[in-house]
């Protein structure tokens, strides 16, 4: 069922703009699409267009506890640019607290299975919680970031959590987006300027060198697929 409603929704829209898809599928999902944003400069385009297209999409972020301050910066200049109310979904005190009182705060970086731990703790149970009962998450998810993503499409079925998922800016380059950014006056995170393309948590995040993958500075410290868990899409 999930391939026919993935295959009708890519032939629907194959002619829209981003604003047009948009417009679509919130009304085709009244209530029920929701946008996953970290601030990064791809997010930050997604915004941009969410703004202008002025329908009813839930915006929401995940705050793990650990973000760098410039992510609190672009978040609060966000709210300010766009007057657009962003959920914020954290992870269970509880969890958080186990965690850390068995293993320490630092476990992450002693094994690939301790630093799923924490994100499986700090971001897939909460994005669990704020996906319960939608139909289509908007990602910022593009081709050019990693080979894992390489094979995507713009709509995907994603069986972990249960979702269509919709990456509008699946086949921009990262040079689309810093021009779009510059053209449009979006809020960026300060890090883009110092090497940081891709930012999560701030004990997991770098610069990257010259010449890096884009992904290099995440968990850099590990030889992993570099994912965290939020975006193992499981097909049917």
Not at 9 to 36: C, M, N, Q, R, W
Not at 45 to 68: E, Q
Not at 99 to 123: A, H, M, W
């Amino acid at each position: 069922m999930s391939a026919t409603i993935i295959q009708s929704l890519l032939d629907k829209t194959k002619d829209f703009s981003i604003e047009e898809t948009f417009t679509f599928l919130a009304a085709e999902y009244p209530g029920k699409v929701i946008f996953s944003t970290s601030f990064g400069q791809e997010d930050q385009v997604i915004t941009d267009f969410i703004a202008k297209s002025n329908t009813d999409i839930t915006v929401f972020t995940l705050d793990t506890g650990r973000l760098f301050q410039e992510t609190y910066d672009v978040f609060h200049k966000t709210l300010k640019k766009y007057k657009k109310h962003i959920e914020v979904y954290f992870p269970e005190a509880t969890a958080v607290e186990n965690l850390l009182q068995t293993k320490g705060p630092n476990s992450f970086y002693d094994s690939v299975e301790n630093r799923k731990e924490c994100c499986f703790i700090r971001k897939v149970v909460p994005l669990r919680k704020a996906l319960a009962g939608n139909a289509v998450w908007i990602t910022g998810l593009r081709a050019e970031q990693s080979e894992n993503r390489n094979d995507l499409q713009l709509f995907e079925y994603d069986g972990g959590f249960d979702i269509i998922k919709f990456n509008p800016l699946l086949r921009w380059t990262l040079q689309e987006v810093e021009d779009y950014l510059q053209k449009n006056n979006v809020p960026q995170n300060a890090l883009h300027k110092k090497g940081f393309v891709s930012i999560g948590c701030a004990p997991c995040t770098r610069a990257i060198f010259p010449g890096e993958d884009i992904r290099a500075g995440r968990w850099y410290w590990e030889s992993s697929h570099k994912e965290c868990g939020l975006h193992g899409i499981k097909k049917e």
